[in-house]
T-cell receptor
Framework: GNSVTQMEGPVTLSEEAFLTINCTYTATGYPSLFWYVQYPGEGLQLLLKATKADDKGSNKGFEATYRKETTSFHLEKGSVQVSDSAVYFCALMWGGSQGNLIFGKGTKLSVKP | SAVISQKPSRDICQRGTSLTIQCQVDSQVTMMFWYRQQPGQSLTLIATANQGSEATYESGFVIDKFPISRPNLTFSTLTVSNMSPEDSSIYLC????????????FGPGTRLTVT
């Protein structure tokens, strides 16, 4: 079946460090891939997405590239800020508009000043 | 995007009681979803609610426990019935948008604690 695997957290970084959060997926067909972010005490926000192979999603300095050959969608940011501290969820959507989201378990990121 | 609100934002309830959670969207949407996020866990889809039809429940969730209403294109409710401490979770509604209908936007969630 379809599934998403994220790297275990928590991840603790110093401000301005480089961030990578690994995400791999298993899916039949061609899913769309997403990263969501959940700031403390808030709901999920869509951070970025990619809908086909080799697409790069980007937003707020974060980016992720849809790699079909490695079934991966790793999240990266060149220089993290304290305000990036949150839980990050990788997700896939299959079945087009009739499908639903399958989430990874989330990775908690803490950025220290 | 869409602006989605939920009421209540949080509640503490006694076991055996029921709580109805409201979800309001600022635009008309066909598909709405209800998710549960148990403490420290990821999100699990409870059901899909389309206006004008019965909600479709995922495996492990039943209508008697989680009845859903979808009276119009901007509103839905989820009731958590006969609550037990295991129902303590964050409940989130979401809507599907995007040109290809493949983006989901989430409400802020309702944090439920059952004592």
């Amino acid at each position: 079946g379809n599934s998403v695997t994220q790297m275990e957290g928590p991840v603790t970084l110093s401000e301005e460090a480089f961030l990578t959060i690994n995400c791999t997926y298993t899916a039949t067909g061609y899913p769309s891939l997403f990263w969501y972010v959940q700031y403390p005490g808030e709901g999920l926000q869509l951070l970025l997405k990619a809908t086909k192979a080799d697409d790069k999603g980007s937003n707020k300095g974060f980016e992720a590239t849809y790699r079909k050959e490695t079934t991966s969608f790793h999240l990266e940011k060149g220089s993290v800020q304290v305000s990036d501290s949150a839980v990050y969820f990788c997700a896939l959507m299959w079945g087009g508009s009739q499908g639903n989201l399958i989430f990874g378990k989330g990775t908690k990121l803490s950025v220290k000043p | 995007s869409a602006v989605i609100s939920q009421k209540p934002s949080r509640d503490i309830c006694q076991r055996g009681t029921s709580l109805t959670i409201q979800c309001q969207v600022d635009s008309q949407v066909t598909m709405m979803f209800w998710y549960r996020q148990q403490p420290g866990q990821s999100l699990t889809l409870i059901a899909t609610a389309n206006q004008g039809s019965e909600a479709t429940y995922e495996s492990g969730f039943v209508i008697d426990k989680f009845p859903i209403s979808r009276p119009n294109l901007t509103f839905s409710t989820l009731t958590v019935s006969n609550m037990s401490p295991e129902d303590s979770s964050i409940y989130l509604c979401s809507v599907e948008l995007g040109v290809r209908g493949n983006e989901q936007y989430f409400g802020p969630g309702t944090r439920l604690t059952v004592t």
